[in-house]
């Protein structure tokens, strides 16, 4: 059995003092190459860059509000909204709501190796 807390959990490159990441669930610490689940954390007016990766993805959005943008398409997003990404789409999110935006992240492993590139602390 596993067991992880965000609190304790490896932080990403993408830390900052507006958003930062933890890997909950990846290779790195369960050995599964099929799923992997991380929290982000965006601050007040804060933004998770643009970028694409090769794995779909599924955000849920646990807390606060925001504009989701995929390829060419941009939308609000809110508490309980669940976006859909295919692979290779240019995604990321911006924080435009009043309150911390945090949401959970779900996809196939990045592969241990990349998890520890992305995941350092």
Known sequence: MLISNETQSM???????????????GEVNSGSKEISIQI???????????????EDQCY????????????NEDQNVNIGDAIYINGNSIHG???NGCSRLSYLTA???????????????
């Open 11 to 25: 932080r990403g490159k993408y830390s900052s003092d507006k958003m930062w990441t933890a890997l909950l669930i």
């Open 40 to 54: 982000t954390h965006i601050e007040i007016n804060g933004r998770q860059g643009l970028h694409s990766h090769p």
């Open 60 to 71: 849920y959005i646990i807390e606060g509000s925001g504009i989701m943008h995929i390829d």
């Open 93 to 95: 999110i911006t924080n």
């Open 107 to 121: 996809n196939k492993s990045f592969g241990c190796d990349r998890e520890k590139q992305i995941w350092k602390d």
